[in-house]
């Protein structure tokens, strides 16, 4: 039981209903039933982490993403207690050996570990070229690595456009692509990596007022 993380869920559930939110989720099938993994995902958005633990919690087996976030938002006196209750990892940018290490600890222990491999928000909204972080984590957990891409949550609040918190009522896309296995070197991981995620996130470049759900997540064969 986590009722720290599961009170967290619940109010942002209630937040969404209260903004009116429309969601699309496609591919939960991808997400494993146990063991770990690292969810790679695509940065739109100040509110893409809270859209990318959905998939998670319509698998219906009580699993939860743990996040990396930098450290100013642990040292936040109200969201810095949350976060470690929720046992989501810090990043310290200026020595990201300690959050990398904790990161596949929490991987080998069975666990879905949250990253961000653009490392910043896209202000084009595509998929940027990836840091090679999240997956030399896979490597080193021996964990499989699965896209989550994003979409319409840029609409809400994102860089350089004015913030729409209240009832927005716009359509949110979660698409889950299929586990890619840790077993290519870093560099090719990274680029197999990056032709998944463009390859889901193409199911979305649509004008930005409509969603084209994607209809089994994000298949490639």
């Known amino acids: 039981m986590e009722p720290v993380y599961g ?15 429309r969601f699309t989720v496609t591919g939960v099938e991808n997400l494993p039933a146990t063991g770990g993994a690292v969810i790679a995902i695509n940065h739109t958005s100040y509110f893409d ?7 998670a919690y319509k698998q219906g087996r009580g699993r939860k993403v743990r996040f990396m976030a930098k450290q100013e938002v642990f040292d936040h006196k109200i969201a810095g207690p949350l976060m470690r209750k929720a046992r989501h990892i810090p990043v310290d940018r200026a020595s990201g050996a300690a959050s990398f290490d904790a990161a596949v600890t929490m991987l080998k222990a069975g666990e879905m570990v949250g990253v961000y491999p653009e490392a910043t928000i896209s202000r084009s909204f595509e998929i940027k070229k990836l840091k090679s972080g999240a997956t030399r984590m896979a490597i080193a957990a021996d964990v499989p690595i699965i896209s989550h ?4 949550a840029q609409r809400i609040w994102t ?13 949110i896309a979660v698409a889950i692509g299929e586990p890619i296995p840790p077993t290519p070197p870093a560099p090719d991981l990274t680029t197999l990596l990056h032709s998944r995620c463009s390859i889901c996130w193409s199911g979305y470049k649509t004008p930005m007022d409509r969603i084209r759900p994607v209809s089994s997540g994000c298949r490639t064969g």
Do not use: C, E, S
């Open 7 to 21: 009170t967290v869920i619940q109010l942002a559930r209630l937040t969404w209903r209260v903004q009116g939110l």
């Open 49 to 55: 982490f809270t859209f990318a633990g959905l998939p």
């Open 149 to 152: 891409i994003v979409w319409g």
């Open 159 to 171: 860089n350089d456009h004015p913030k729409k918190m209240y009832r927005p009522k716009v359509p």
